[in-house]
């Protein structure tokens, strides 16, 4: 008799197949049990599912690998990690076929990654690629010690320079898909700047953002808190028509740390990948950005 299985394990073991009820699979957690159903689960779902297997289907692009660690150019569309909804082809599925030795770096799920990128962000990340590389940068990201910047075009024009953002970040009760603003959430700071301003065919906005911290969806959100939200996230009121892109307009330029191993700062950089860079030369350039005075 199982007495004790969390509401994660219970939906996992769903998902997994894992459940019959009257000896019928059941995937949906919302299924009602009624008096006399007959509930079996095939297996345990406290075990531990296996960890994710080499794909050499999938495609990513290395610039730089030494013995410690490995950075890559992420595309956009490309899920990090297995997870629910995403079990296989994953950048750690990809990783795995090109370091097998990362199957014992960090965590069983996600080997050997120490931050991740949405699925629809592009741009840099730095993988582990020993244990002691894996805890030496986790160790600097959760001293706030790695620089990673962002650009993004918002919509709207930015009325200021540039500022900082502290908003707690929680997920949201109505849908948990999403992250809102929320005082229970965790810390999140992110700080901005303008760099254009566009009037045609709508104001909008290029910023460069900097991660103090690296909440779930944090820039997406804290954009949108300040009424810019990310042209092309229709997850947080980015999509409107007048400018057509596939995905949020979010790409992860430059990443800098300290080696874990030699301790010399290292520093990389990524060009806006090519379905960003298209867009800008289809904007105008405003005569003058706006100032907060003009704005008021």
């Not at 994660?8 to 957690?29: F, H, M, N, Y």
């Not at 592009?122 to 894996?134: F, P, W």
């Not at 620089?147 to 953002?165: C, F, K, M, N, S």
Request: glycine share 8%.
């Amino acid at each position: 008799m199982l007495t004790s299985c969390t509401r994660a394990e219970s939906a996992d073991a769903l998902q997994r197949g894992l459940v019959t009820i009257d000896s019928k699979a059941v995937t949906k957690p919302s299924h009602r049990v009624r008096l006399g159903n007959i509930v079996a689960i095939s297996e345990d779902p406290h075990t531990e599912p296996p960890g994710p297997q080499g794909d050499s289907s999938v495609k990513f692009l290395v610039i730089h690998e030494d013995d410690d660690i490995i950075v890559i150019d992420k595309p956009a569309g490309l899920v990090v990690h297995p997870a629910a909804g995403n079990l296989d082809t994953t950048l750690v599925n990809g990783l795995l076929a090109r370091f097998p030795e990362l199957a014992d770096v960090g965590e069983v799920h996600r080997p050997g990654i120490v931050h991740r990128l949405d699925r629809g962000t592009s741009g840099l990340m730095v993988v582990a690629r020993t244990n002691d590389a894996y805890e030496e940068l986790v160790a600097q990201l959760s001293s706030h010690e790695v620089d990673r910047r962002y650009e993004a075009l918002v919509w709207g024009a930015l009325a200021t320079p540039g500022g900082t953002i502290d908003a707690p970040i929680g997920r949201s009760r109505r849908n948990p898909l999403l992250m809102t603003i929320s005082q229970d959430g965790r810390f999140a700071r992110t700080h901005y700047e303008r760099v254009t301003v566009y009037d045609d065919p709508a104001p909008c906005s290029l910023v460069r953002c900097s991660l103090e911290t690296g909440r779930t969806h944090q820039i997406r959100v804290h954009l949108r808190s300040i009424g810019h939200p990310v042209v092309g996230d229709d997850f947080y009121g980015g999509a409107r028509p007048m400018i057509k892109v596939a995905r949020p307009f979010l790409h992860a330029r430059y990443l800098g740390f300290e080696h874990p191993t030699s301790g010399v700062h290292v520093e990389f950089e990524s060009p806006l990948a090519a379905d960003l860079a298209e867009i800008l030369p289809t904007l105008r350039v405003a005569e003058a950005p706006p100032s907060s005075a003009q704005r008021r």
